[in-house]
């Protein structure tokens, strides 16, 4: 059964540029959990979706970013314009309901230039 | 919010030792997961704790949820080259809404040398 699949795994670009990163949840997991990943705050919840809506978006820095799931196995996070500080793992995750272990995907490095 | 405090950050021991890492809150948890994570990869689940003075065992790797339910420790007997990771802490809360989610600590960074 294939686990939580993120694209690209790698994503190089310069300042100002507009950035998707995308995310297949695994099947039959109602809830999806965008994450961001640096050694000064480690692993932060950006986003959470139940059922495609997005539940809690406290975790999103600020208005570049944006998240969106038009169905149950597909979301992407968008950042526009990017910035420098921006760069980070960005980790998706599925899971059964919202305090059930979460699978999580193999992450996408992000670096602005 | 609630905060996750793991200790120590960084821990580099000798292959064959054993090790203790710590996982604390002010918080009271209904569960308490264990995660451990590689280089290039994500985070992959251990262990879920729910009972208080809980203590689970997976080959090396013991786990206990504390008798209030705030903190947990893992320990590693005998540690090996391939033991060595980021292990995370997250915990579940439950407040008047349901349940808020996970909330996970910064991580113990743990290299065992051969």
């Known amino acids: 059964d294939a686990g939580v699949i993120q694209s690209p795994r790698h994503e190089v670009t310069e300042m100002g540029q507009e950035v998707t990163l995308r995310c297949k949840p695994i099947s039959g997991h109602d809830y999806l959990f965008w994450y961001r990943q640096t050694m000064m705050r480690g692993l932060e919840l950006l986003i959470y979706f139940n059922n495609n809506v997005p539940i809690d978006d406290s975790g999103m820095p600020e208005d570049r970013f944006s998240a969106k799931m038009p169905n149950a196995s597909f979301s992407t996070l968008k950042i526009q314009p990017s910035e420098p500080r921006d760069s980070a793992v960005y980790f998706c995750a599925s899971s059964v309901t919202v305090n059930q272990p979460q699978h999580f995907g193999d992450g996408t490095r992000l670096s602005i230039l | 919010t609630q905060l996750l405090e793991q200790s120590p950050q960084f821990l580099s ?93 910064k991580g113990t960074h743990l290299i065992i040398q051969p």
């Open chain 2, 13 to 105: 021991i000798q292959e064959g030792e054993n090790l203790t890492v710590y996982c604390n809150s002010s918080s009271v948890f209904s569960s308490l997961q264990w995660y451990r994570q590689e280089p290039g990869e994500g985070p992959v689940l251990l262990v879920t704790v729910v009972t208080g003075g809980e203590v689970k065992k997976l080959k090396r790797l013991t786990f206990q949820f504390g008798d209030a339910r705030k903190d947990s420790s893992l320990h590693i007997t005998a540690a090996q080259p391939g033991d060595t990771g980021l292990y995370l802490c997250a915990g579940v809360v439950y407040s008047g809404g349901g349940a808020d989610g996970l909330t996970f600590g």
